[in-house]
């Protein structure tokens, strides 16, 4: 008797830690997207892993350290940046960057992860920033970038940046 009372309680902490059944996953699917070949699929959170990539990849970035980026991307990176240039390697988007102004300065202001399907692996993070750029003139431009990066197994496939011209204060 102590036995099938122990094969119960077992029985009932085993189904207690079981994962989602596809009806409560597919109750936690949330939007649409545009691919018509897997419209019965919607988004769903994504990982803290995926968006601790993007952390890390930042933190190279404010470094200038490109080498280092360079693992973090796949040897097929697309980039898209925000004023339409597209990258199709590494190198290409690293020289990019480091043409650019040593003095541009940003905060990192956010990010979230969603997954159109968990089950298949692939994250997209969506990443917001608050860009400071130095003029030649001595002003300094102030925008907001957004960028969205598309993530399988710990390395960037796509980025594609968002920019705007951030919200005049009425001081």
Not at 5 to 21: F, M
Not at 46 to 63: C, F, M, N, P, R
Not at 110 to 125: C, F, K, Q, R
Request: net charge negative; proline share 2%; hydrophobic share 40%.
């Amino acid at each position: 008797m102590k036995n099938l009372i122990k094969v119960c309680v077992l029985a009932l902490v085993l189904n207690s830690c079981a994962t989602q059944t596809d009806s409560e996953a597919k109750e936690r699917m949330i939007g649409f997207h545009p691919n018509l070949e897997i419209q019965d699929l919607k988004w769903h959170l994504g990982t803290q892993e995926a968006i601790d990539h993007v952390i890390s990849l930042d933190k190279l970035w404010v470094a200038k350290d490109f080498e280092a980026m360079r693992g973090h991307f796949v040897d097929t990176l697309k980039v898209t940046n925000w004023d339409g240039v597209t990258f199709t390697n590494f190198d290409a988007f690293k020289a990019s960057q480091e043409a650019d102004s040593a003095e541009v300065s940003w905060t990192f202001d956010y990010a979230y992860s969603v997954d159109i399907n968990p089950s298949m692996g692939g994250e997209h993070v969506q990443a917001g920033f608050s860009i400071s750029s130095p003029k030649e003139d001595g002003t300094v431009e102030k925008y907001l970038v957004h960028e969205s990066y598309y993530i399988i197994d710990q390395k960037i496939v796509t980025l594609s940046q968002y920019k705007q011209a951030a919200a005049q204060s009425e001081e």
